[in-house]
């Protein structure tokens, strides 16, 4: 077999074999899995998907029965009641959002809250109440959360929107700091 023959069938393959460098935008996309949970009975997985870089979380949840897998976004903090019945979890609000408002300079207290997610295993329904801050199960007893809400902020009421316009305002023609002050005249020297 002469060399060029031997080149010219080997080329193609030796051109195909090389694998595509990584990049940036790929190392983006990778995610490490976290916070693993098996029901009691063996019937449900949960695992939390977190990006090894920046972004919103996956919880992912797969019945062994079915071999079928839920997916809820931006889930965090996830515990399968005691009686493997529900999945409680809380979901955070988007990181994009929060990213956005902060540099707008928007104060803690008015940013998104995260919601709590109660997920009914059987009846494939999930259940949220908003502006939840934190949540506990009971490790021996089922049909039990107890979850603490984030205080509500006080409304304005027209008594102090009133009282507010009732206010007077300052007095503008009354000026203040050092400029206010007059230098005393300095006497002048007769001859």
Not at 152 to 158: F, G, I
Request: net charge positive; aromatic share 8%; hydrophobic share 35%.
């Amino acid at each position: 077999m002469k060399p060029v023959t031997f080149l010219l069938l080997f080329l193609p393959t030796l051109l195909f074999s090389q694998k595509k460098a990584i990049e940036i935008a790929d190392v983006h996309r990778w995610r490490k899995i976290e916070q693993t949970q098996i029901t009691p009975g063996g019937e449900w997985v949960a695992y939390l998907l977190t990006p090894t870089t920046q972004g919103d979380n996956t919880l992912c949840l797969w019945n062994a029965q079915t071999g079928q897998t839920s997916v809820f976004a931006r889930a965090a903090e996830s515990k399968f009641s005691y009686d493997g019945q529900y999945l409680v979890f809380k979901i955070k609000p988007p990181l994009d959002t929060l990213k956005t408002q902060r540099r707008r300079k928007v104060k803690d207290e008015d940013l998104p809250k995260d919601s709590l997610g109660i997920y009914d295993l059987k009846a494939g329904q999930l259940t949220k109440l908003p502006g939840v801050r934190s949540y506990a199960l009971p490790e021996k007893w089922s049909g039990w959360v107890a979850y603490q809400l984030e205080p509500e902020k006080p409304e304005k009421t027209q008594k102090d929107e009133k009282a507010a316009a009732e206010k007077p305002l300052p007095d503008s023609t009354k000026t203040a700091g050092p400029e206010a002050k007059k230098k005393p005249a300095k006497p002048q020297k007769r001859r």
